[in-house]
């Protein structure tokens, strides 16, 4: 069974320094919320870090708060069994609907039997329903 829902993703930019994501990661944990996906990326001088947490609000919240610079933005969520080949089902039933997967971004531990995996693409509530099957 494949769970897919719309998430709202936080997007973190900050200056690229040496421990930027520790200074976040400890935000949140002092918080008590849990990273459900994370990914960081650099671009010139600045940091991108994009969060799934299971508290988006407190999380934006309390990053605003220290002063980052936060949006929120949708994209699609999927849970999925984690196997060889069900991420190529996924993404070629969005090809079949002509959705071009623009980032993606994935947590799959080993020892589980589930993997989240993060995406936008264009259209993603068509996303949502061509994954759902409707």
Known sequence: MVDVRLQT????QAEDR?????????????M???LLSIMVRTEADRALVHLVTTSQSHAFDA???????VQ??????????HHPGFLCKVSEALARKGLAV??????????????VVVFRCPDIRLAVQTLRGR
């Open 32 to 34: 008590g919320i849990n």
């Open 102 to 115: 623009e980032e993606l971004y994935a947590t799959v531990p080993e020892d589980s039997s589930i993997g």
């Open 63 to 69: 990053l605003r708060k220290a002063g980052f610079e």
């Open 9 to 12: 993703e936080l997007v973190i």
């Open 18 to 30: 040496v421990g930027v994501v520790a200074e976040i990661s400890r935000l949140l944990a002092d």
């Open 72 to 81: 929120e933005r949708d994209v699609v969520l999927v849970e999925l069994p």
